[in-house]
Nanobody, 119 residues
């Protein structure tokens, strides 16, 4: 199993910055991809950014140039630096980890951290 714990969510004014962190524990050696997803009220959960264990990244178009995902494999943490925040970034942000052991794929989610951007 893998446990994921997010932190860093807060209330911030538009144009401000926040840094989210995700701490992973458990069978972290088998994680090959981590990512951030978000879900706004009344909307489906959507991808924000992902990063592989090799450092390859993918961003949603809506956050490109504003958000930066990073990963510290030695510390088993993942971060999301969010700059130039907009009210539409308001959502619960979830940490996600995908791993593979043998022929079996696993996916894990954190409980989420609330980000609220006021206009």
């Amino acid at each position: 199993q893998v446990q994921l714990v997010e932190s860093g969510g807060d209330l911030v004014q538009a144009g401000g910055s926040l840094r989210l962190s995700c701490a992973a524990s458990g069978r972290v050696f088998s994680i090959n991809k981590m990512g951030w997803y978000r879900q706004a009220p009344g909307k489906q959960r959507e991808l924000v950014a992902t990063i592989t264990d090799g450092g390859s990244t993918v961003y949603a178009d809506s956050v490109k140039g504003r958000f930066t995902i990073s990963r510290d494999n030695a510390k088993n943490t993942m971060n999301l630096q969010m700059n130039s925040l907009k009210p539409e970034d308001t959502a619960v942000y979830y940490c996600n980890a995908k791993r593979r052991e043998g022929a079996v794929n696993y996916e894990h989610w954190g409980r989420g951290t609330q980000v609220t951007v006021s206009s």
